[in-house]
């Protein structure tokens, strides 16, 4: 999913969600990281006051961050979905 994640905010909100994730595994603080909003905006981290929540694994693309994807970047996410999330 990172992948998909570059596309949609860039690589530094991407690098900057996996410190998040990673110190929220080992229980330690990261300095603020500059693209928080648009990782709040995007739905990948949750505020606080005081605080950041972020979730222990970062989730597939929704519909409207995969509406932003070029064409065929689309058609991979969708490609990748169905092989994470297969329907019975």
């Given at each position: 999913?990172?992948r998909?994640?570059?596309?949609v905010?860039g690589?530094?909100?991407?690098?900057?969600?996996?410190?998040?994730?990673?110190?929220?595994?080992?229980?330690t603080?990261?300095?603020c990281?500059?693209?928080?909003?648009q990782l709040?905006?995007?739905?990948l981290?949750?505020l606080?006051?005081?605080?950041?929540h972020?979730?222990?694994?970062?989730?597939?693309?929704?519909p409207?961050?995969?509406?932003?994807?070029?064409?065929?970047l689309?058609?991979?996410?969708?490609?990748?979905?169905?092989?994470?999330l297969?329907?019975?």
């Amino acid at each position: 999913m990172r992948r998909f994640w570059t596309a949609v905010i860039g690589p530094t909100a991407v690098a900057e969600l996996l410190r998040l994730v990673t110190a929220a595994r080992k229980k330690t603080s990261v300095p603020c990281p500059i693209r928080l909003s648009q990782l709040a905006a995007e739905g990948l981290v949750s505020l606080q006051p005081g605080q950041v929540h972020v979730r222990a694994t970062i989730p597939p693309l929704g519909p409207d961050q995969t509406r932003r994807l070029p064409p065929a970047l689309r058609a991979e996410h969708r490609t990748a979905l169905a092989l994470l999330l297969p329907r019975e």
